[in-house]
């Protein structure tokens, strides 16, 4: 599966030579933060207005703004709109996001307008549409644009990924099980790219299927699944975070897989060398608590050096859709009693205090107040081992709200580090 670009092609699933981005509103965050952001399995979010959908785009558009820094401002704001309101607060703080790098209103809504004349549908957290099972993971990706019907959701999703570079035999294999897999009921998703991804697809598309491209979904990539992507748009799904027209980049291939496995049950990854990018997306996938599968192969194909390394590790040993099936036995049977649609970040308890502005316009304080004290206090109390936030809040003395504001601070000015959702380092 594609992973990134490189110039020399490997078999990991990279593209041939580096790809531009074309100026103009900037597409997601490109240094995207791995750091896990506070679970979102508690409280949910309504779905936004157009106001605050525009704003959200601003925000996550912004630099230096990534899903983590967006779900953290979002949590202790309540809104993109306030957030974008406190950032000159931030930027007097020595923040790298000062309120001139947000994009303009004209600017959001010129994107929004683009998308939509392209037949495209941006969809957030907390819609109807946006993948459930995404939306449970650390740090969704708050917007998605999607062509074709959101409605395939409501199946139960599952990833299939390999080697760009496939054989003969693994591609049939993919196409097979992929197709056996839909007409279970499953939703087959992938990445588009050249080899097993394009095999999955095909198997799949009498049925419907989901492909996740890293670009501007009006920007197809590889160009020669252009007809491809077009048939999946017309009986599946076309989905990406990037905007109209942007080419996609090294760093856009590994939230493409990101979201392939978080949208997903499961992902079965039917060929892959020791560096394929397959891998990243079942590493993450192992992250985010989904199930792995990998297809065995002979141990002199190097193709199938890195699917039998995943079976050493403990994935599942795959060599029918009954496996996957025996191996997703209670998950699928739970699927019929999923909330379709209502499926959202919640906030971690940590923070679930600061979550839910007032109903009334009269804000609680949101510590901003007194944040030139609290960043001296938590400054002081940092250093290169991490800490838990909660002892931060006892050591300084300070409420939740003041210490988690300072903590924002100090994060957009790149000023300390997180070690999962809890801890936190100065940065060295």
């Known amino acids: 599966m594609e992973a990134a670009p490189t110039l020399q092609d490997r078999d990991t699933g990279f593209p041939e030579g580096p790809l531009a981005a074309p100026t103009g509103l900037r597409e997601p965050e490109a240094d995207f933060d791995r750091s896990p952001e506070p679970s979102h399995g508690g409280n949910s979010h309504r779905a936004p207005t157009h106001r605050e959908k525009r704003d959200r785009?601003?925000?996550?558009?912004?630099p230096h703004i990534g899903t983590v820094t967006f779900w953290q401002l979002i949590a202790h704001f309540g809104s993109a709109t306030a957030a974008i309101d406190a950032l000159p607060e931030f930027a007097r703080h020595g923040s790298r996001v000062s309120p001139k790098s947000v994009p303009s209103i004209a600017a959001a809504e010129a994107e929004?307008?683009?998308?939509?004349?392209a037949g495209l549908t941006l969809i957030a957290v907390g819609e109807a549409g946006y993948p459930p099972l995404l939306a449970e993971i650390e740090a969704p990706p708050p917007l998605l644009y999607v062509r074709g019907d959101p409605g395939i959701w409501q199946r139960p999703a599952f990833g299939i990924v390999g080697s760009r570079n496939a054989s003969g035999a693994g591609l049939k294999f993919t196409a097979e099980i992929s197709a056996e897999l839909s007409r279970l009921g499953v939703l087959v998703v992938s990445g588009l790219a050249r080899g097993i991804d394009g095999a999955a697809h095909r198997g799949a598309l009498p049925f419907g299927t989901c492909a996740v491209l890293p670009g501007g979904l009006d920007r197809i990539y590889p160009p020669e699944h252009a007809g491809l992507a077009a048939d999946i748009a017309r009986n599946g799904l076309l989905v990406g975070e990037c905007p109209p027209g942007f080419v996609a980049r090294a760093q856009d291939f590994p939230r493409r897989n990101r979201i392939i496995s978080?949208?997903?049950l499961g992902v079965l990854v039917v060929e892959a060398a020791e560096r394929s990018g397959s891998l990243i997306t079942a590493r993450l996938a192992g992250e985010q608590g989904r199930e792995v599968f990998a297809v065995p192969g002979h141990p002199l194909d190097t193709r199938a050096a890195g699917t039998n390394r995943l079976i050493k590790e403990g994935a599942v040993l795959t060599t029918s859709a009954e496996d996957i099936v025996a191996a997703l036995k209670d998950r699928l049977g739970d699927w019929a009693r999923f909330h379709i649609g209502a499926s959202t970040p919640g906030i971690d308890p940590e923070i679930?205090?600061?979550?839910?502005?007032?109903a009334d316009s009269n804000r609680v304080d949101d510590g901003l107040t007194s944040l030139d004290e609290t960043i001296a206090s938590v400054l002081q109390l940092l250093s290169l081992s991490p800490i838990a936030i909660d002892d931060l809040c006892r050591m300084t003395g300070k409420q939740t709200r003041e210490v988690h504001a300072a903590i924002v601070s100090l994060d957009l000015a790149g000023r300390l580090e997180r070690r999962g959702s809890s801890h936190i380092?100065?940065?060295a």
């Open 352 to 358: 679930a205090a600061i979550h839910s502005p007032p």
């Open 262 to 264: 978080g949208a997903s």
């Open 425 to 427: 380092v100065l940065r």
């Open 112 to 117: 929004m307008e683009s998308a939509q004349a």
């Open 57 to 62: 785009l601003r925000l996550i558009r912004t």
